[in-house]
């Protein structure tokens, strides 16, 4: 996964989403504020239409009245006006033909309506203009006084503009300009500015000359824009709260996948050194033997190359133990099963300790018990490991003389079920392989390690589960250790579904019990150790072919098969394989895998159909993993060996294949 | 690192009878140098991928843990400048077989 993780970038995303949601809450309470603006318009123009009507009413009730009556007399209509316009403002009067005064409704307004000046048009229809007033001409049917006029105050004109409470109105016509309480309270505070709104309505009555302009302005309230900049605020708070957990949640984020990246580039970097350490110590390990095998060499001397190749060993396990501590830390062990000839193999742990002449006062009683299969799949490195791990810690810290290690083999229900699915096996395993996990049984190899010392401390018994405890108490605290071996053989048996139990009592000494998984073919049960061994002489009737495209491998495997009296032919190519295998008709075929024109499981096919012999044994070799290799579970008959071809795994498969003929 | 490779390629060949030393080391430069002049003709990374695992094979022969450093090639010319070390380092020992 590319990850970079930038602040940079992030304070730049957090700032963009912080604002767009503010933007967007901000656009929403403003088209709110101008909502109720337009809603207060609304209401003043429902307001101004009423108080139209109300004039048109009076008018057409005056019309109606001059209509209904023959002749009006002045009392009436000082009556009926004054019923009519109640405690109204207004005034009626009327207009003689010559233009005089008629009747008016109120007395006392006589001498204002000497600023009254009247003009005819053209179609005959009277029209007025009096200082502070509006003024409507109305035609009725009167013949002594034909034009009527309904004047209203201006200042009465509208409607009680203070009905509108908090919104400021202005009335402004030719002559007259009028406001409100509200404008007067208008505030002057910049910011409360900014959420004012104002319209004017351009207001038009043809019919009775009315035109002026309504203008309206709102302020939005200070209770409403607290509550407005609070939302405000929460909305601002809450996302900066988002973003720094987005931002701990991200970092946290970074710091695993960097740690992750670091644990895997650590156990890359142990695997290197590893591998780095273990080629000079192969090399001392090497010239150590070779000292020890030249003939001139004093006993002195003798003592001081045993040390050496005993050291040497020990650094070798602790070079192994690193590598496996980092594997099993990061989960990545696996079972890597083969066949193995059982004798050969405890033979050759017999043979270690040997060669490495162990502490000069310590004895190694190492037993192996004849009821074991002479052939058992197992993966054989990480057994050697472990046990020579184990025998090696007892022969170190153990204060008593002796160390026994007994083997055997016993069939028991498996400990870890899971982990038998992720073992890689043999052709010769699978059956048994496939019963155990039916019923839940397999096979383990018991190896019993015992010595007679002082027993393990609490603290030393804690290595297993923790590999740098220091143990205080230990008397043997000089020895310099990290107790990686014990929890790091621990953690591999439990990864590959075997057990370490172990058993500690003080003064009387330690027991350490492992099982490690292993398989064997059911089909050859009384196959034992000593009735399956080939003699040299039975490898010298054997033909076998390699085919090895790689003149150094194939002269390499080649000579060590030679070695072991094999009668040998070589081919360099996938066609003079196939030329040869039909012209010398050999028992055992070894192939490699990358071959020139074949690959060697094709090649292998091809053989099987022109082969006359039905016995005949397959190995592909290859510098890749079984699993590695396309289809190779389709070929359940053909062994696999990692390069470099090794005899001792050969031999042991060649016995394998031997033994399920023979049955 | 040289000292390591010398080594281990002493080591190998010292196994065998000194009849057999000779085709081995004979067989190892034959093939270093056929890897080397297709390691300079590579043209894809199926290719690679051949001369590497062929030269993985034989690092294993030589018990060289050279894995790793194989499989993290990417170029033919660190796979050119692995083999060519080699060969140099095959060389220096011909003398003492």
Known sequence: ?663 | MTSNIKDSLKGFFWRYSDARRLPLYQALVSELTNIRSQAGLVENAEKLNSLKHQFKGICRYLHLELDMQIDAMTTPEQLLYAVDNMHKEVAAIEHEL
């Open chain 1, 1 to 663: 996964m590319n990850y970079k993780f930038s602040l940079g970038s992030y304070v730049c995303i957090c700032l963009f989403v912080t604002v767009m949601i503010m933007g967007v809450f901000t656009r929403y309470g403003l088209n709110e504020f101008k909502h109720n603006h337009d809603k207060k318009i609304s209401t003043l123009m429902a307001l101004n239409e009423e108080n139209y009507l109300q004039h048109k009413l009076i008018i057409n009730a005056m019309r109606s009245f001059f209509k209904s009556s023959d002749r009006v007399k002045e009392a009436d209509f000082e009556i009926f006006t004054r019923e009519l316009l109640d405690d109204r403002t207004a005034l009626f009067f009327t207009m003689t033909p010559e233009l005089t005064l008629g009747y008016i409704s109120d007395d006392g307004f006589v001498a204002d309506l000497d600023k009254l000046e009247i003009s005819l048009n053209k179609e005959g229809m009277l029209s007025g203009d009096l200082p502070h007033y509006q003024l409507v001409s109305i035609a009725i049917d009167e013949p002594s006084m034909p034009y009527l006029f309904y004047a209203i105050p201006l200042d009465n004109l509208l409607f009680n503009i203070n009905k509108l409470k908090g919104t400021c109105l202005k009335y402004t016509t030719v002559q007259l300009s009028i406001k409100n309480q509200d404008c007067a309270r208008r505030t002057t505070n910049k910011i409360l500015a900014f959420f004012r709104y104002s319209t004017d309505l351009d207001i038009s009555v043809p019919e009775y000359n009315f035109y002026y302009i309504l203008g309206i302005e709102s302020q939005v309230s200070s209770s409403k824009l607290f509550e407005f900049s609070c939302i405000l605020l929460s909305i601002l708070i809450a996302c900066v709260l988002i973003s720094i957990l987005l931002y701990f949640k991200l970092i946290n984020k970074y710091l695993f996948i960097n740690i992750e990246r670091e644990n895997k580039f650590n156990v890359a970097m142990v695997s290197s050194i590893n591998h780095e350490i273990r080629t000079p110590i192969n090399a001392l390990l090497g010239y150590s033997q070779i000292l020890k095998d030249m003939p001139k060499i004093s006993d002195e001397h003798s003592a001081v190359i045993d040390k050496m190749l005993w050291s040497a060993n020990l650094l070798y396990s602790v070079a192994e133990n690193t590598l496996n501590y980092s594997k099993s830390t990061a989960g990545g062990l696996m079972l890597n099963s083969t066949p193995i000839n059982t004798l050969q193999y405890m033979d050759s742990i017999k043979d270690y300790y040997n060669r490495l002449s162990i502490p000069a006062d310590k004895i190694l009683d190492f037993n192996v018990s004849d009821k074991l299969p002479a052939v058992i799949s197992v993966d054989s490195t990480k057994l050697f490991q472990i046990i020579t791990n184990m025998i090696n810690n007892a022969l170190k810290y153990s204060t008593g003389k002796t160390v026994r290690c007994h083997i055997d083999i016993c069939q028991r229900l498996a400990f870890h079920e899971n982990v038998a699915s992720g073992q890689q096996q043999s052709p010769s395993s699978a059956a048994s392989s496939l019963a155990a996990s039916q019923n839940s049984r397999g096979y383990y190899l018991r190896i019993l390690i015992q010595d007679s010392g002082l027993g393990m401390s609490q603290s030393t018994k804690k290595l297993l589960t923790n590999p740098f405890t220091v143990d205080a108490e230990s008397q043997l605290k000089q020895v310099s250790s990290i107790g990686l071996g014990l929890y790091t053989c621990n953690q591999l048996l439990t990864q590959v579904g075997g057990k370490l139990r172990l058993h500690s009592v003080k003064n009387e000494g330690t027991k350490i019990m492992l099982h490690f998984p292993c398989q064997f073919d059911q089909a050859v049960p009384s196959q034992l150790l000593n009735p399956l061994l080939l003699r040299s002489t039975d490898y010298a009737s054997m033909r076998v072919l390699i085919v090895d495209d790689n003149s150094f491998n194939l002269e390499v495997c080649n000579a060590m098969l030679e070695d072991k009296q094999f009668n040998t032919v070589c081919a360099n190519s996938s066609k003079d394989g196939l030329v040869k295998f039909v012209k010398v008709e050999p028992n055992v075929v070894i192939v490699d895998y990358q071959l020139d024109v074949f690959n060697g499981l094709e090649l292998i096919t091809k053989m099987k159909f022109m082969q006359s012999n039905a016995q005949i044994q397959y190995f592909i070799l290859s510098a890749n993993d079984k699993n590695e290799i396309v289809d190779s579970e389709h070929y359940p008959d053909v062994y696999f060996m990692q390069k470099p071809f090794n005899t001792a795994i050969f031999l042991s498969c060649l016995v394998s294949g031997v033994a399920s003929q023979k049955a």
